[in-house]
């Protein structure tokens, strides 16, 4: 059973833009953390984004993006849908990937990390054209 749907995916034009966004599906749980990580062909998981808060009482006012990523991928929440979005601007052809959505249930101290999230989705291909 899918924990979090991603969507949003698909083929562009380098210089082009991608909004992707993360919704969850049935079961609905308190999340510390919710981010997006992605994984191009022969190449190992690598961060992108994760917007977090400190407990579950307060907002999710903290947000981190990979330091190659800066200025162009910014991550965004919905807290009416409990939705997260990633847009991408000013594309590259080493942008393609699947790129995966994670949602946090513990608290952990460095969100970067693959092994602080709980719950993943089935990712969303990501293609960049030269």
């Known amino acids: 059973q899918e924990i979090l749907v991603e969507s949003g995916g698909g083929l562009v034009q380098a210089g082009g833009s991608l909004r992707l966004s993360c919704a969850p599906s049935?079961?609905?749980?308190?999340?510390?953390?919710m981010a997006w990580f992605r994984q191009a062909p022969e190449k190992e998981r690598e961060f992108v984004a994760a917007i977090f808060r400190t407990s579950l009482s307060s907002y999710f006012s903290n947000a981190e993006v990979a330091d190659s990523l800066k200025g162009r991928f910014t991550i965004s929440r919905d807290s009416a849908k409990s939705t997260v979005d990633l847009q991408m601007n000013s594309l590259k052809p080493e942008d393609t990937a699947i790129y995966y959505c994670?949602?946090?249930?513990?608290?952990?101290?460095?969100?970067?990390?693959?092994?602080?999230?709980?719950?993943w989705g089935q990712g969303t291909q990501v293609a960049v054209s030269k």
């Open positions: 049935g079961r609905r749980f308190s999340t510390y953390a």
């Open positions: 994670a949602a946090a249930v513990t608290y952990h101290n460095d969100y970067r990390v693959a092994g602080a999230y709980s719950f």
